[in-house]
């Protein structure tokens, strides 16, 4: 079936470094999309969406890039920090409906 | 606000045995969801309620897990008889609306079976 992927497994960064994540996703209905932000033993935070009809979003310190043409969606992270270790996932909604799929996941490691 | 909360936050059995968790989603979210998440990997949906109704619990093994959602409000997964195969966190999130709107995750129970 349709499923959304991650490029990178792991990806370490030093401090104050930014840091891009990436994912592919392959299922063309899906409208919106969401970067969850794992810490361990915790449950997933959202951390920034973006719809179908933007290509970037920026909150604070993230910004969520989308190309549609190439169905690929990266996470931004500017000036990483200690606190931005974590494992970051990406899902993607289908449209007309609140179906969240995930991807697997990247693990960030942020080196002092 | 008080965010989804879960409950047992760890739960060791014996293969063979039952076991539940108990969800209670963010007030007036409409919509809550069970996942399954295995180490290392990202959430799987189990099934997804919309209000009282199980809306797709395609993924969901039903020979053995069953969920209710009665009134709407706090949910329940089951799993009888449990086996080895089964550990793993499960995680319950509940969002506002359909049409596509972040979902808030609880901590989640990590079940192991032994």
């Known amino acids: 079936g349709e499923s959304v992927g991650l490029h990178l497994p792991t990806l370490s960064v030093q401090e104050g470094d930014n840091s891009i994540i990436n994912c592919a996703y392959s299922?063309?209905?899906?409208?919106?999309f969401i970067w969850y932000k794992q810490e361990s033993g915790k449950g997933p935070q959202f951390i920034i969406d973006?719809?179908?009809?933007?290509d970037k979003r920026q909150g604070q310190r993230v910004t969520v890039l989308l190309n549609k043409t190439v169905k690929h969606l990266s996470l931004q992270i500017a000036a990483t920090q200690p606190g931005d270790s974590a494992v970051y996932f990406c899902?993607?909604?289908?449209?007309?409906?609140?179906?969240?799929?995930f991807g697997t996941g990247t693990q960030l490691k942020v080196e002092l | 606000e008080a965010g989804v909360v879960q409950s047992p936050r760890y739960k060791i059995i014996e293969k063979k045995q039952p076991v539940a968790f108990w969800c209670n989603p963010i007030s007036g979210h409409n919509t809550l969801y069970w996942y399954l998440q295995n180490l290392g990997q990202g959430p799987e949906l189990l099934i997804r309620?919309?209000?009282?109704?199980?809306?797709?619990d395609s993924q969901l093994p039903k020979d053995r897990f069953s969920a209710e959602r009665l009134k709407g409000v706090d949910s329940t997964l089951k799993i009888q008889p449990a086996e080895l195969g089964d550990s793993a966190v499960y995680l319950c999130?509940?969002?506002?609306?359909?049409?596509?709107?972040?979902?808030?995750f609880g901590q989640g129970t990590r079940l192991t079976v032994v």
């Open positions: 899902a993607e909604n289908e449209g007309g409906g609140n179906k969240l799929t």
């Open positions: 973006i719809r179908s009809n933007m």
């Open positions: 309620y919309e209000n009282e109704e199980a809306v797709d």
């Open positions: 299922n063309s209905a899906s409208d919106y």
């Open positions: 999130a509940s969002s506002s609306s359909t049409g596509g709107t972040e979902a808030f």
